[in-house]
């Protein structure tokens, strides 16, 4: 069974803290892992990850990918107030029918007190 | 663009009873994706279309959930009846024709369903 193991399930730090976020998977065909950030519903898409080593990067926020240790992190410099969240990750894998589906970790709880 | 959307936001219901949810996703998307999230887990799919036919329903509870896409669009997520472990956030998610990369998929708001 595809499996995708997320740490620490929460964290709390202070505002200006950097953090970094674990995700390790177990899936049978790999097709790209992609982090997600949960403010209150609806998961919203930061980034995707199809090859090793290369880091993504979007503001404070980075990833990387290491296919052979078969993980990624999240790492979130000069952490804000807006940061707290649950954070998602996610692996692409095939699905039944010949399509791709997302197999999700639980998420880490990320609390940023001022 | 207008984003996914589903309806409606909220809903309690007793066990044993029936519901029904709705989503209308991204216009022109042609996957469509039923998650159920439990408190503190990931989201867990449920079953996914490609236009109105389903892709993958293996996570599926068929005793006692059902959800049709009729003409290609919208969707319906049903679960009759209902049991106490059914209480959960529903979300429904959409991603275009190009999308061989599922990072495409659009989340809606979400239905939270409380069974007491």
């Known amino acids: 069974e595809d499996k995708v193991v997320q740490s620490p399930l929460s964290l709390v730090v202070h505002e200006g803290d950097t953090v970094t976020l674990n995700c390790s998977y177990e899936?049978?065909?790999?097709?790209?892992l992609l982090w997600y950030k949960q403010e209150k519903k609806a998961p919203t898409f930061l980034f995707m990850l199809t090859s090793s080593g290369i880091e993504k990067k979007s503001g404070r926020l980075s990833s990387i990918l290491d296919k052979k240790e078969l993980f990624s992190i999240l790492n979130i410099t000069a952490t804000q107030t807006g940061d707290s969240a649950v954070y998602l990750c996610?692996?692409?894998?095939?699905?039944?029918?010949?399509?791709?589906?997302?197999?999700f970790g639980k998420g880490t709880k990320l609390t940023v007190n001022p | 663009e207008a984003g996914v959307a589903q309806s409606p936001r909220y809903k309690i219901i007793e066990k044993r009873q029936s519901v029904a949810f709705w989503c209308n996703p991204i216009s022109g998307h042609a996957t469509l994706y039923w998650y159920q999230q439990i408190l503190g887990q990931g989201p867990k799919l449920l079953i996914q279309?490609?236009?109105?036919?389903?892709?993958?329903d293996s996570q599926l509870p068929k005793d006692r959930f059902s959800a049709e896409r009729l003409k290609g669009v919208d969707s319906t997520l049903k679960i009759q009846p209902a049991k106490l472990e059914d209480s959960a956030v529903y979300l429904c998610a959409s991603s275009g024709t190009s999308a061989d990369y599922s990072y495409e998929q659009y989340f809606g708001p979400g239905t939270r369903l409380t069974v007491t």
């Open positions: 996610a692996v692409e894998v095939p699905s039944q029918g010949g399509s791709e589906k997302l197999v």
């Open positions: 279309f490609q236009n109105n036919g389903v892709v993958d």
């Open positions: 899936v049978t065909n790999f097709r790209s």
